[in-house]
């Protein structure tokens, strides 16, 4: 009896619509894993019948002469967009923006698998009800300007304004520029639609009235800077910001911070708040809030495909060492449990975890947060494969066409 190869196909996108009964003929197992697979009813009919496996996000059904398009970024739909008399079927793989007037261009397309943010009018809800969309729909008022995500205002905005104009901005708007002329705004007849303002507390009272009543407002104190990025508490941030600050993202608090802290007055973290151990005490008495505070090392081993944890580093962590953000981390066999124990301050967020024995998986265990995979070095997952497996064909592609 012939011996067939197995087929595996692991792709973003795989059009199946032109396989044939040959083809799946010369395999023994044909196994497709996809976020969107393209079909039709005979491609159907002839997968079930060679039991083809089939994992896969989305499906899209598609009999007739319907070309497909993939775009792997972001795109705009756009009134007069010119379009193809083929009939087409789109696939996004990012964000979407659908502009206003665009109706007619967005009903030429027989189908959509949208696979990240749409943001469109509101009016036009309504025929997005057949697609398939993988991801958030953001929606304005039909007429509004829309401004950037986050928009910081400043002291010409009012200057650029036209006469009873309705701003939106998806995420924030940022008012803590001293010389804002909310009164000119005003006079104007401006609104402003967002989900969050960020107001000075001298600006509240003309800030407040021109803004949607669903905004969620968070009153800050003069002179408050607004960081949107990450940070380290460090001179030259506080150089550049000065001592009140709202960070719109994830802040480091170093040992090399504490000559620092004394000059923070106020401080407000719209992300995780990491604090060096020998500065917890210090930190949690200052004004601040955050989304969540981790106590870390000294040394801070971050954003690594791959983080190797050995004693030699461990027993340079005067400190302690922490590994943040990691794809997968490895404590080496040199480490003895108690080294680890005196020196490990934590693990956050990386996606695995190996060790090289069983006391070290116990005592990472007890110092790992939101870590997927704790494991020993050598384990293997029953249902993994091997990588090198002469009887499977392995297709690895952003699309597949059969």
Known sequence: MENKKNLKINCAVCDVRNVTEELLNTYGEVAINTACIITSPDAQALLGK????????????????????????????????????????????GPLEILPGSDNVLKNYVGMVLNGPVICPES????????????????YPDGSIVLKNTTILDRVFHLRTRQDALYYAASRIVALSPDIDFTKLAEKNVRFVTKRLLVSESLTEAAVPLFDEKADIVILPDGCAYVDDDAELNETLLRRYGGKLYINGDLNITPESAPLLDQVSFLRVNGDLLVSRSLKNRVLAMDLECNDLYVVGGILITDRAQAAINAAMLEDADDGLSAVNCAHVSISADVSPELLR??????????????????????VALLAKDVTSLSLEGQEDEDDEPENDENVIKINAASYTF
């Open 124 to 139: 036009m809800v309504g025929l997005l009800s057949s697609f398939n969309i993988n991801g958030p729909v953001r929606t």
């Open 50 to 93: 060679y039991k083809a496996k089939l994992n896969c996000a989305a499906t899209a059904t598609i009999d007739g002469n319907v070309g497909v398009s993939t775009i792997n970024g972001p795109m705009t739909i756009a009134p007069g967009q010119v379009m193809t008399e083929e009939k087409i079927y789109l696939i996004v793989n």
């Open 342 to 363: 005196e020196k490990l301050v934590s693990i956050i967020g990386c996606a695995s975890v190996s060790c090289a024995s069983k006391e070290q998986l116990d005592v």
